[in-house]
């Protein structure tokens, strides 16, 4: 047995999804009774006897996340999870001190910039909505925008209906110019784009973008071409917010009411932060969670996706050359 103190130790799981639930589960994840507890018995021996890992969480819930993002193969699942650690300690000011009690997590929640709609979607589905106009370049740093993804991301990762049933997405880009570009450069932008798709266990179901400006299009051009052909085709625009409702693509109920809901965004805000609390003693002891980096190529460690690999598992593209993200998080100036 191992002597390693653990964040989470290992538990017997008890599964309490829905009926309906567990039937999405068995036909889209290969996801049952069987599954779970031969797969969450491997995950565990694997990361008790993984060199690289120092330290990690071994509750199922936790575990789960990746089983059930790739699907219960545990072997791309083992990948994930290695994987997510590294960048959990390589790019630390997106996964560590998710503190959303920070001022400046506070005043981004408060202004409506990230946070999940209370109502799911008929599929059960959380709707996560950005406004990412309020992101005031000479108040907040790209470390503001980088943490406060990760406070969102990983508080919603805890529930297991997410995890099953996935999210839909809703963008609202008014406000957002040119400007915010200088945010991050070409490199930083690849690794974020990719690791947020490949890394972080979640399962885009739909994205839907209204008001991007033209002036935005070629970077828009640019992300699209980092992602899978898979979330592509789950990517949808919209000239406005009436061109998006008219189409019936995303549920009314679901929405603010400034964006033809029903609920007003400020009483969406205030349930999403009784959220936030109630994960916050979860997400501050992630920061236990720590690997040997020693270990990892150096192109890992930069976090580069096609860099972890196994038993001749790619998880990612061969030839993404470019590696690092390079420089310090900053605070920039922007005319």
Not at 310 to 327: A, L
Request: hydrophobic share 40%.
């Amino acid at each position: 047995m191992s002597s390693v103190k653990w964040v989470t130790e290992a538990d017997e799981y008890e599964c309490k999804l829905s009926e309906e639930t567990q039937k999405i589960a068995k036909e889209e994840l290969r996801e049952d009774n069987n599954a779970r507890v031969q797969a969450l018995a491997s995950m565990r021996e694997w990361i008790i006897q993984n060199p690289k890992i120092i330290n990690c969480r071994l509750d199922a819930r936790f575990l789960l996340r990746f089983l059930r993002s790739k699907k219960f193969s545990v072997l791309q699942a083992q990948e994930a999870l290695q994987r997510y650690l590294l960048l959990r300690q390589s790019f630390g000011i997106a996964f560590n001190n998710l503190d959303i009690t920070i001022p400046m997590m506070e005043d981004l929640t408060d202004l409506g910039y990230l946070f999940a709609s209370p109502k799911r979607d008929s599929k059960g589905r959380r709707v996560i909505i950005a406004r990412p106009g309020v992101f005031d370049l000479d108040k907040f740093t790209n470390a503001d925008m980088c943490r406060i993804h990760g406070v969102v991301y990983e508080t919603l990762m805890e529930d297991e209906e997410n995890q099953v049933r996935g999210y839909v997405h809703f963008a609202d880009g008014q406000g957002v110019g040119f400007a915010y570009l200088t945010l991050f450069t070409i490199k930083e932008a690849v690794r974020i784009v990719k690791n947020g798709e490949k890394t972080l266990p979640m399962r885009h179901k739909e994205v839907h973008a209204v008001n991007a400006h033209p002036s935005m299009k070629f970077a828009l051009d640019f992300g699209m071409s980092l992602i899978s052909e898979k979330i592509k085709q789950r990517i949808s625009f919209y000239t406005s917010i009436e061109d998006c409702l008219e189409q019936n693509k995303v549920e009314r109920e679901t929405l603010p009411k400034e964006y033809g809901g029903t609920m007003p965004m400020a009483e969406m805000i205030h349930l999403w932060k009784q959220e936030l609390k109630d994960s916050h003693k979860t997400l501050i002891s992630h920061d236990s969670m720590e690997v040997n980096e020693n270990l990892f190529s150096p192109q890992a460690r930069e976090g580069a996706v096609s860099a972890l690999k196994r038993n001749m598992v790619n998880c990612g593209n061969e030839r993404d050359s470019i590696f690092g993200i390079t420089g310090n998080f900053r605070k920039l100036e922007v005319d």
